[in-house]
């Protein structure tokens, strides 16, 4: 059966599978324009049509949304790097720009809202702070037009709950990603099936995870999100090879260099452990498997991941005309000869 592309998430998830390309950060990072340490996506401002054409690029490798680049783009981050100013300016030009390569491509266009690292389960004060940043956010999704808002990468499963609440004003679905370190717990103590629960009885149209976790170490979570919740579960790994001693990118160790700047491969040395684009399209393959339906890639993640996923779905996105032929390819079975 196919849908149109005019149709909106829940007609769509309705049908198959929804894919969503993130990681913004890390690949504009990789293309040196972007700091990392902070981390705020200034190139909205300073370099509009690089996010167009990152957005295009990965709706040609088969995205189904496209997401205004606004991760990290709150009132808190922006103060930190003395650039507070430009709060406003920075969303709306992000989902002007996510707008115009929806509008022309057929895919959804979605707001984004991300963690704030201030929340703090019992301090009431620091909620209402966060709160405000999401309602402003909302805000300006609400002006664009959204025809979803995105939640994503929240520790706090609190936090999340309250980005939810502020999302919700728009009138669009809302999908809530958690963001797990090194346990099936919640950094206030949920444990995941629990408070993917309690988003979904909040109101989220999707629930699941997103970054931190490779595909390696977040498949097992996902088995008990998808046993607990009703409503369509979303899974976007970071494209790292997670293990069950190292489950998270940030715990990665190099053993054959041991130069980074802090000591580990996070987050500027993490080119040994990329998943190749036929590991994540077993990835997605396996977690559709489970029931999954709302799949993508993170931090990290490149066109080339995005296409594997969707063709591993049975699908031929446009960059498809580009994939593999090998068969045309010298050299590939013949063995080199070393002269002696």
């Known amino acids: 059966m196919t849908i149109s592309t005019k149709a909106g998430l829940i007609e769509r998830l309705a049908v198959g599978a929804v894919i969503c390309a993130e990681g913004y950060l890390f690949e504009f990072e990789r293309r040196g ?3 990392p340490g902070s981390y705020v996506p200034e190139i909205v401002l300073e370099h509009p049509e690089l996010v167009a054409g990152l957005h295009r690029e990965l709706v040609h490798a088969g995205s189904d949304v496209v997401e205004a680049f606004t991760y990290y783009a709150n009132r808190e981050k922006l103060r930190q790097i ?3 100013q430009d709060l406003e300016p920075m969303n709306r030009q992000a989902l002007q720009i996510a707008k115009s390569v929806a509008h022309e491509s057929g895919a959804l266009f979605a707001g984004d809202i991300g963690n704030t690292n201030l929340f703090e389960p019992d301090d009431k004060s620091a909620s209402s702070v966060v709160r405000a940043m999401f309602d402003e956010q909302t805000e300006w999704a609400i002006d664009a037009g959204v025809d979803m808002i995105i939640v994503e990468t929240f520790y706090y499963a609190a936090e999340a709950l309250v980005a939810l609440d502020a999302a919700r004003a728009a009138g669009v679905p809302v999908v809530v990603t958690l963001a797990m370190f090194d346990s099936n717990q919640t950094r206030d103590g949920w444990p995941i099936a629990d408070a993917c629960r309690r988003l979904e009885d909040a109101g989220a149209s999707v629930v699941g995870l997103n970054c931190i976790r490779g595909p390696h170490t977040m498949l097992p979570l996902l088995k008990e999100v998808r046993a607990a919740v009703k409503c369509p579960v979303a899974a976007l790994p970071v494209p790292f090879r ?3 001693a190292e489950p998270t990118f940030q715990l990665l160790t190099d053993p054959c260099y041991h130069g980074q700047p802090n000591g580990r491969p ?3 040395a993490l080119e040994p452990f990329t998943c190749t684009r036929y590991e994540m399209g077993d990835f997605a393959r396996e977690a559709y498997g489970l ?3 709302y799949l993508g890639v993170c931090c990290g993640g490149g066109p080339q ?5 969707a063709e591993a779905l049975g699908r031929q996105p446009p960059a498809s005309r580009y994939s ?3 068969a045309n390819r010298a050299f590939l079975d013949q063995r080199l000869k070393i002269r002696g």
């Open 242 to 244: 997670t293990t069950e």
């Open 33 to 35: 324009y972007l700091t």
């Open 324 to 326: 593999a032929d090998l």
């Open 305 to 309: 991941h995005v296409r594997s996923m």
């Open 266 to 268: 996070y987050p500027t």
């Open 82 to 84: 003395g650039r507070e």
């Open 291 to 293: 029931g999954v339906r």
